[in-house]
C-alpha cells in the first residue's frame, strides 16, 4: 500500500498574482491604494517589540473589545481570525457538518469549494440569474448550510437585506453565512440581524476597507452560541491563531473612524468616475457596489486586454471559467492609476 493513497488531495484556491515586479499598478487583488490610519502608525511606533518573546492573549481580547465597542456587539458575539478566510475556513469546520449539500453561488469566492472539497462537505453550486443575481427561491431546497459574498465577488453586485432575511427566513434549521468582505463600499450590512436569527454568521475582514491586507484580520459576528461554537473548534485546532502586532493594531485602526470614512468614501468616488468612462469606451459590468468594477468588452476579448494590460505594467484579475471568462475584475485604485488605465484601455480597444 503506497502512503499517497491515505494523502488528502485536493485542487488548491488560486490567489490573485503577487507579482515581483517593479513599478507596475497593480489592479488585481482588491487591496486598498491608501495606506492604514495614522493611529495605526502610531501604534506601530510604540510597540513593544520584545514582547514578542511572549505567546499572544489566546482570547483576543484588545481586539475583540475594540470590535464590541466599535459595532456595539457584546465580546460574546464576536470572533476573530487571520483574515476572514481563516474565520470562514473555521465557519466551515463547525458548522457544516450534514451529509446534505451547503448552498452557494456558481459565480462567488472560489475558495469556497476548495474548503468543502478540503473537510470534505458535500455542496451545491446554485447558478446566478441572467444578470448576476442571486434567486432566493433556488436556495428554498433542503440542505446543509447556506453561503453567499454580499456584496458578491467577483461580480460586485449587493443584494439588499430584505433578500437576505427571506434567505433566513427559509433557512431556519442550518447555519447561513454572509461573508461581507466588501460591504463598506456599498450595502447594508446584515449585522443587525444577528440577534433576530440565531443562526446568521456575518463575517468581515479589515483587508480592504482598512487597508490591512497585511496583517491577516478577520473577524465574525453571531449569537452567542454560534460564537461559542466557533471558539471550541479553534481552541481544539490553535489556541494562538492571532499574533500581538495584529491585535494591536487592529484595534489601533478602529479608533480612526474619520479617516476610515474618508478612504472608503475617495474609493467610491473613484468607482463611480470610473464606471461611465469605461462605457464608453465599450464595456459592459454589473453596477458595482464593492472596490473593483467586473467588465468585459463588447468586441475585444478578455484574455487579449488582459494581456494587452499586463504588457503596460497594469495587472488585474481573470478567470478562464465558464460564464466569466471574458470578464477581467479591476480594482479600484487611485484616481492617478485610474486614469493611467483608461488611457491604455483606449489604445488597446
Known amino acids: 500500500m503506497s502512503w499517497e493513497e491515505n494523502v488528502r488531495k485536493v485542487v488548491p484556491y488560486t490567489p490573485g498574482e503577487q507579482p515581483k ?37 489566546p482570547n483576543s481580547g484588545s481586539l475583540i473589545s475594540a470590535l464590541s465597542d466599535y459595532y456595539n456587539v457584546p465580546s460574546d458575539q464576536i470572533f476573530v481570525g487571520v483574515g476572514s478566510d481563516d474565520v470562514l475556513s473555521m465557519a466551515f469546520l463547525t458548522f457544516f457538518n450534514s451529509d446534505k449539500p451547503i448552498l452557494f453561488p456558481d459565480i462567488t469566492y472560489s475558495f469556497y469549494d476548495v474548503w468543502a472539497d478540503l473537510y470534505k462537505i458535500p455542496y451545491k453550486q446554485i447558478p446566478l440569474d441572467e444578470d448576476f443575481r442571486i434567486k432566493k427561491e433556488d436556495y428554498y431546497i433542503e440542505n446543509g448550510g447556506v453561503i453567499f459574498p454580499n456584496p458578491n465577488a467577483p461580480t460586485g453586485l449587493v443584494e439588499d437585506l430584505d433578500m437576505v432575511e427571506d434567505i433566513l427566513q427559509n433557512n431556519n434549521e442550518v447555519v447561513v453565512i454572509v461573508d461581507e468582505a466588501y460591504i463598506d463600499f456599498g450595502g447594508k450590512s446584515a ?36 460564537i461559542g461554537y466557533l471558539n471550541d473548534a479553534k481552541f481544539s485546532f490553535n489556541s494562538y491563531t492571532m499574533n500581538r502586532p495584529s491585535l494591536e493594531l487592529g484595534a489601533a485602526t ?60 497594469i495587472i488585474v484579475r481573470r478567470w478562464d471559467l465558464p460564464r466569466i471568462s471574458e470578464y477581467l475584475r479591476i480594482t479600484i485604485g487611485t484616481d492617478e492609476q485610474m486614469d493611467t488605465l483608461i488611457s491604455a484601455l483606449k489604445e488597446i480597444v
Do not use: W
Not at 214 to 225: P, T, W, Y
Not at 281 to 290: A, E, K, N
Not at 291 to 311: D, M, P, Y
Open 21 to 57: 515586479i517593479n513599478n507596475i499598478i497593480k489592479l488585481n487583488t482588491n487591496e486598498c491604494p491608501y495606506p492604514p490610519a495614522p493611529s495605526v502608525k502610531r501604534a506601530m511606533d510604540s510597540f513593544e517589540y520584545e514582547t514578542l518573546r511572549l505567546y499572544p492573549d
Open 191 to 226: 449585522l443587525p440581524l444577528i440577534d433576530k436569527y440565531e443562526n446568521l454568521l456575518v463575517v468581515q475582514t479589515f483587508s480592504k476597507s482598512r487597508a490591512m491586507a497585511g496583517m491577516r484580520i478577520g473577524f465574525a459576528f453571531g449569537s452567542k452560541k454560534l
Open 254 to 313: 478602529l479608533a480612526d473612524k474619520e479617516y476610515f470614512n474618508e478612504t472608503c468614501s475617495r474609493i467610491i468616488a473613484t468607482r463611480e468616475r470610473v464606471k461611465p468612462l469605461l462605457a464608453e469606451l465599450g464595456f459592459v459590468f454589473p453596477d458595482s457596489s464593492s472596490n473593483f468594477i467586473f467588465a468585459k468588452h463588447k468586441t475585444v476579448s478578455g484574455k487579449k486586454i488582459f494581456e494587452e494590460l499586463r504588457s503596460r505594467g
